[in-house]
């Protein structure tokens, strides 16, 4: 039986809450027994929706140990990990802090605000033999492990060029998301949801050509387009957007072509396009991919494996990019190595 600890109660925590709960109720051998939240508000299911409907559980708020501190939580509580759903400027402190405090983190995307911050986070868990996850969901979301999987495989023989792409309106679940030191605005918070998918399909590129400008004031780059240099010419671009207003709604999707065909993923609908024969659509799971990572991160930990997906060197490689696209940015898109 994992004990577990959730600690942050806005959209993306009771996201992972009602999957638990799910998690739980099929009887995985986990328990979540504490939440940690400063707002009391949220320890009572009070939070803010966020920009996918991920469902809804009925929680009865009133089964779990309640806390203000993470510390007092750590202190009190006999737990196997936690599950990090707080914004991202205190991902690596609070990592850190349970990671020396003997137990294993799943921590919410973006890993960190830069990669001196993500290797905080990794010599801790090294040091202290414990596992770090990040919740790069996409992952694990079933159309891009479909595309993940064709890439590896070279089904349709090599990739040419892909476009990825996600929009909506600014968030209004958490303040911290239009503050540029707390968010790194869309560029790091939404956009390195493609970042981390081109670095897990084709590798870390070496350099990135980035245009991007700021609408919302004080809040970082929010509109985006990055273009990847790759080795074999390649063509890849990815755009993020979250100004979009009014009846928009969210969208994500991409488009792939590669050497026998292409893969198009659109109103969260997968088609594969053959170059000869008859396109279809790929028989999928239905589930999204956040109740995926949960019940990938308690399979690995039960089996006392280690995790091999949404590593966290690869996804510190995913914030390294993102840093080379906010200098590109900075500088009108100039070409900028990945380090």
Not at 22 to 49: F, H, M, T, W, Y
């Amino acid at each position: 039986m994992l004990r577990i600890g959730l600690i942050g109660l806005g959209f993306m925590g009771r996201t992972h809450l009602e999957n638990y709960v799910r998690l739980e109720s099929e009887g995985v051998p986990i328990q979540v027994v504490a939440l940690c939240d400063i707002d009391n508000e949220k320890l009572e299911g009070r939070a803010a929706a966020g920009n996918i409907d991920t469902g809804s559980s009925g929680i009865d708020f009133g089964r779990y140990n309640k806390y203000t501190s993470v510390t007092e939580m750590l202190e009190k509580e006999q737990l196997d990990y936690v599950d990090i759903a707080l914004p991202t400027y205190l991902h690596r402190d609070i990592a850190v802090q349970c990671l020396n405090h003997g137990l294993h983190v799943l921590c919410e995307k973006p890993m960190a605000l830069n990669a001196a911050e993500c290797k905080d986070m990794i010599q801790a868990a090294e040091a202290n033999g414990k596992q770090l996850m990040i919740g790069q969901c996409l992952r694990f979301w079933p159309a891009y492990v479909y595309l993940k999987q064709v890439v590896e495989e070279n089904t349709f023989g090599q990739a040419l060029g892909g476009y990825f792409y996600r929009g909506g309106a600014t968030p209004t679940w958490g303040p911290w998301l239009i503050e540029k030191e707390k968010s790194g605005g869309a560029l790091l918070d939404m956009h390195v949801h493609d970042i981390d998918m081109i670095n897990w399909l084709f590798g870390k590129p070496e350099s990135v050509s980035c245009l991007a400008r700021n609408v919302v004031p004080g809040s970082g780059y929010d509109v985006v387009s990055a273009n990847y240099l790759y080795e074999d010419g390649k063509v890849i671009n990815a755009q993020a957007d979250w100004t979009l207003e009014g009846d928009y709604g969210f969208d994500m999707q991409f488009r792939v072509n590669f050497e026998k065909g292409n893969i198009v993923f659109k109103d969260n609908s997968l088609q594969v396009n053959v170059n000869e024969g008859k396109g279809f659509s790929p028989e999928l799971s239905a589930e999204m991919g956040y109740y995926n990572e949960l019940k990938y991160f308690i399979e690995t930990l039960l089996s006392g494996e280690s995790i091999s997906i949404a590593t966290p060197s690869s996804t510190m490689d995913s914030i390294e990019i993102a840093v080379a696209e906010i200098e590109s940015a900075d500088n009108r898109g100039a070409w900028v190595s990945v380090k």
